[in-house]
């Protein structure tokens, strides 16, 4: 289970998904707060992500803000900026790498700067609708592609790995993709992000990398077993040192292998945010 001491984060996590569950609000968490669980942390996490079906959405933000987190409506709010740098000329342009560069679309965020869970430092809780990020799960039900935190059969502890399973004693159960699925999940995102909203398929990437297998048998590794055409991709992206090609692949995976030989269904692109139409910070 989990040590104490650990990513502190968790606690905040819990508590929103016992919010949800109090609502009977599906949800799933996601994004790079949830590699905690099944890959490697992505650096220092300080926004909170959750699937939502998009007939939830409202009763998701409500619960929300009746449970003492703040809804921000700040059009110029940085967190509505695609591209985190460019809403402070005074810092420097970093490179692609830069895992906090470019967050989530999220359809709402609250902030927690007043106080609830800043301890904990989450900054952020953001709320994603289902159609963007899972559109191919027909529910957030728990079974095949879902668990929950506390799922003995998660990666154990590893130190720069996983933080293990949460205690259900300790921690209310936080509804999680499967490692397998969750690697999927983030191709697809990937792929779909390319070379369509500005900085999406880098952040997709950025957590791609973060589910790699390192080889020689490192302990931080998680075992996946990925579906046809994941298993082709993944397999491909490491056995070369150059992932340039791979990464163009991206767009095969996607246009041929995904949607037209039918093995999901398109993705419900966001509102406003059509391909190629790039979404730019407030001058």
């Known amino acids: 289970m989990c040590i104490s001491g650990q990513w502190k ?4 996590a819990s508590q929103v998904a016992r919010i949800f569950g109090s609502y009977d609000i599906d949800n799933v968490y996601f994004g790079p707060g949830a590699l905690h669980l099944v890959g490697r942390p992505a650096g220092e996490t300080r926004d909170l992500e959750f699937v939502i079906p998009d007939d939830q959405l409202v009763d ?6 009746k449970e003492g987190f703040s809804i921000c409506n700040d059009a110029f709010c940085k967190r509505r900026s695609v591209d985190q740098r460019a809403t402070n000329p005074s810092d420097p342009e970093t490179d692609i790498n830069d895992k906090t560069r470019y967050p989530s679309i999220a359809c709402a965020h609250f902030h927690t700067e007043d106080g609830l869970y800043q301890e904990y430092g989450i900054s952020t809780i953001s709320l994603l609708t289902q159609s963007s990020t899972l559109w191919w799960l027909a529910n957030l039900n728990v079974g095949r592609y879902i668990t929950v935190s506390s799922d003995p059969g998660l990666p154990p502890y590893v130190p720069g790995g996983c933080t293990g399973p949460w205690s259900p004693e300790e921690l209310y159960p936080v509804k999680i993709l499967r490692p397998s699925a969750f690697t999927e999940a983030v191709i697809l995102l990937a792929a779909w992000g390319y070379d369509s909203i500005e900085g999406q398929e880098s952040r997709y990437w950025q957590m791609i990398r973060c589910l790699m297998d390192k080889g020689n048998n490192d302990p931080t590794n998680v075992k996946k077993q990925l579906a046809e055409p ?8 490491h056995a070369v040192s150059n992932w340039e090609p791979v990464r163009l692949c991206l767009r095969t995976l996607w246009t041929d292998e995904i949607v037209m030989k039918g093995a999901l269904p398109p993705r419900q692109r966001a509102p406003g945010l059509p391909k190629a139409v790039k979404r730019t910070s407030p001058s």
Not at 9 to 12: D, K, T
Not at 60 to 65: E, N, S
């Open 9 to 12: 984060g968790r606690y905040v």
């Open 60 to 65: 998701a933000m409500w619960a929300l803000d």
């Open 230 to 237: 994941f298993r082709y991709f993944w397999g491909n992206l």
